[in-house]
């Protein structure tokens, strides 16, 4: 018996599933259970080694137990310990370092989780406006509050009925009055776009997307269309709240914004500020923003751990590297490296294949034409894409079995053998297709 079966086997007695969250069970023979992780490689509890493309999801944008980061949140520890209750100087610090990055930003506040961060924001935008409902893009994911735990069933869609496919929870525990309150609308469909504005005439507080679904394979809003989200919003006073938990400091500098050049009133950013360690933050507009406060009839928002000082000093560093050293040209070169890697391996398979994203958060889709909404998706041949992953993750190559999750790039990839991935996936797709 391999030892992740024995401590999957110990942790099921102690756990449900016998995982910390829902997301790591992977089932009884492939729960991964992780020693040690360096650079961009993971070793198993087994001693099997993995060059890794999931990143915790997204927020290892260095790599790895990175040195600067790490040393960094250390002499924090010991100079200035990691949690008083207070304010510290370091707070403003960091919010400067982000506004200086993301011109959109005037005023901020921390948060330790996206989901947080989300909650905080859309909290802020009801309270400025003063109106209830939101919207979201069918899709996307916004973490685990019980309004955005609602999505499109598109795994029992049946994608030739001509209908929309049902709106349903994530799971149980979701009442259904939480969903009162949130219209969504499919990526790119100017139709329900318009609709919605109409429908919903001056009662939306906030729309809230990720322009690049970094939760669906990296599809995008068109330029056209999110240009047209802006306009409605600022039209109809709705604030939009762009959720860069995933896109943030990642697929640019300044995010997923600075690339379209269309700005929000409100964005989140988590993941890739703090290379890893639990930091998040919410912000935007000054006028927006300074309706958070203590005063009668303000928007409430703190958190015993918000801007706690591992979070913070790892941001510090992370956003430093960020801002002065070419790390994210790095960072996109690999994911560049390996799109043409995989374009490759794919081409001589004959298999129809396109890319979708940035370099740094990767889609990948089996199919002819990038997807432009989250129902194109599911055209796609993501059975054989899931076949490919487990021959990559079996060959030692660790990634998301599931082409809604990009593949994800950190600096440390420079090091990459990429004639030893270009093997692994020329194997791999070799045998995803024999098993078909
Ligand atoms: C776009 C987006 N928003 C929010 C969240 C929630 O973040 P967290 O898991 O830190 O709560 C995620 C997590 O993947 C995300 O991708």
């Known amino acids: 018996m391999s030892r992740q079966s024995e ?6 007695r102690h756990m449900p599933q016998g995982v910390a969250e829902n997301y790591r069970y992977w089932g009884p023979d492939r729960t991964v259970f992780i020693q040690r992780a360096k650079g961009c490689e993971l070793v198993d509890v087994d001693g099997k080694t993995y060059v890794d493309f999931r990143l915790g999801y997204g927020p290892v944008i260095l790599g790895y137990g990175d040195e600067r980061v790490d040393r960094a949140v250390i002499a924090q520890i010991q100079s200035g310990g990691t949690l008083t209750g207070f304010a510290t100087e370091l707070d403003t610090t960091v919010v400067q370092q982000i506004k200086a990055m993301c011109p959109q930003i005037d005023k901020m506040r921390f948060a330790n989780s996206g989901t ?6 859309v909290r802020t935008a009801r309270g400025f406006t003063g109106r209830q409902r939101m919207a979201t893009v069918e899709g996307g994911f916004h973490g685990l509050a019980d309004e955005l735990m609602w999505k499109s069933d598109i795994e029992s869609w049946d994608a030739h009925s001509g209908l929309a496919p049902k709106v349903i929870p994530f799971g149980a525990g979701i009442p259904a009055q939480a969903h009162d309150l949130v219209d969504i609308i499919g990526l790119n469909d100017f139709a329900a776009l318009e609709d919605l504005f109409v429908r919903r005439d001056h009662q939306l507080a906030c729309v809230v997307l990720e322009p690049i679904i970094g939760n669906a394979g990296s599809i995008a809003a068109s330029q056209e269309w999110l240009q047209r989200l802006r306009d409605l ?13 995933k896109s943030g400091f990642r697929v640019a500098v300044g995010g997923a914004q600075s690339l379209y050049g269309i700005y929000a009133d409100l964005t989140t950013y988590a993941k890739a500020m703090g290379n890893g360690y ?29 801007a ?7 941001a510090h560093c992370t956003l430093d590297i960020l801002a002065n050293t070419d790390a994210l040209q790095t960072v996109n070169r690999a994911g560049e490296q390996v799109r043409d890697v995989l374009g490759r391996v794919f081409t001589q398979a004959g298999i129809e294949h396109t890319f979708a994203g940035p370099p740094s958060m990767l889609g990948i ?21 899931q076949a490919f992953c487990w021959q990559l ?16 790039f950190c600096e440390a990839h420079q090091h990459m053998d990429l004639a030893w991935l270009e093997d692994v996936a020329t194997q791999s797709i070799g045998q995803a297709l024999s098993a078909q």
């Open 233 to 245: 919003c600022t039209a109809q006073g709705t604030l939009l709240i762009i959720d860069e938990v």
């Open 278 to 306: 639990p930091v998040a933050a919410f912000g935007g507009r000054a006028d927006v923003m300074d309706v958070v406060g203590a005063n009668a009839g303000a928007v409430v928002h703190g958190g015993t751990y918000t």
């Open 7 to 12: 401590l999957l086997h110990e942790a099921m």
């Open 365 to 385: 889709h089996f199919t002819a034409s990038v997807p432009q909404t989250y129902r194109d998706w599911r055209k796609t041949n993501s059975a054989l894409y």
């Open 116 to 121: 947080e961060a989300v909650m905080g924001a």
């Open 393 to 408: 993750i079996e060959r030692g190559v660790m990634l998301e079995p599931d082409s809604r999750e990009p593949w994800f």
């Open 308 to 314: 706690n000082l591992v979070g913070l000093s790892a």
